[in-house]
């Protein structure tokens, strides 16, 4: 049972090049959740799952996509990269009232 | 919406010593969750306590406690016996309530440094 697993750990990407960073979970959850983390703002909602064809966005959803074709993957799409988006994002895959966290992934944007 | 606020941006503590982290929330809810997160520098995000607001009793988890006002709304943590490893960045959460959506609202952290 791994959880909920990221990949990249690490990505540098180049202003306007797109990417996906994958999430994948094998706990059988119907939520599933992006964040990212910035210094000093804690962890901020980016797009959610309610259920695989089921998504909606969250507090800081612009430049991002996500699909969600299966149960078990989530990914999130960065359409055009900016030097905004630098941060560390988590993926979550939740029950009714308890969140797991993948390890994240670095993204650098120069 | 809801809001998270921690306060102190840093604190320390000498180990064996007690520390307590505080958390307020802003809320319209009646039902909800409030969550304590640690982050060490691994980066993962670790559980830490869970505490339902319809329930009165405060959340213990071995050296972890909770001291849930809701009238005031506060949510503090407290950790007793502090030790080298709890060295990290301490987040409380509100969600509002289970089956919503399981989405949580952030504060902005706290860095807890435990001295030897």
């Known amino acids: 049972n791994a959880g909920v697993t990221q990949t990249p750990k690490f990505q540098v990407l180049k202003t306007g090049q797109s990417m996906t960073l994958q999430c994948a979970q094998d706990?059988?959850?119907?939520?599933m959740s992006w964040y990212r983390q910035d210094p000093g703002m804690g962890l901020r909602l980016i797009h959610y799952?309610?259920?695989?064809?089921?998504?909606d966005q969250g507090e800081v959803p612009n430049g991002y996509n996500v699909s969600r074709s299966t149960t078990e993957d989530f990914p999130l799409r960065l359409l055009s990269a900016a030097p905004s988006q630098t941060s560390v994002y988590f993926c979550?895959?939740?029950?009714?009232?308890?969140?797991?966290f993948g390890p994240g992934t670095r993204l650098t944007v120069t | 919406a809801q809001t998270v606020t921690q306060s102190q941006p840093e604190m320390s503590v000498q180990e064996a010593e007690t520390v307590t982290l505080s958390c307020t929330y802003d809320?319209?809810?009646?039902?909800?969750?409030l969550f304590w997160y640690k982050q060490p520098p691994s980066r993962q995000m670790i559980l830490v306590i869970r505490?339902?607001?319809?329930?009165?009793q405060n959340a213990t988890e071995n050296r972890f406690s909770v001291n849930f006002q809701k009238a005031a709304k506060s949510f503090s943590l407290k950790i007793s016996d502090s030790q080298l490893g709890d060295t990290a960045m301490y987040f409380c959460?509100?969600?509002?309530?289970?089956?919503?959506?399981?989405?949580?609202?952030f504060g902005k952290g706290i860095t807890l440094s435990v001295r030897p």
């Open positions: 799952s309610v259920g695989a064809g089921i998504t």
């Open positions: 706990m059988n959850h119907e939520y």
């Open positions: 979550a895959s939740s029950t009714i009232y308890e969140q797991y």
């Open positions: 505490q339902e607001a319809y329930k009165q």
């Open positions: 959460a509100f969600m509002k309530h289970a089956g919503a959506n399981s989405k949580l609202t």
């Open positions: 809320t319209s809810e009646n039902n909800y969750y």
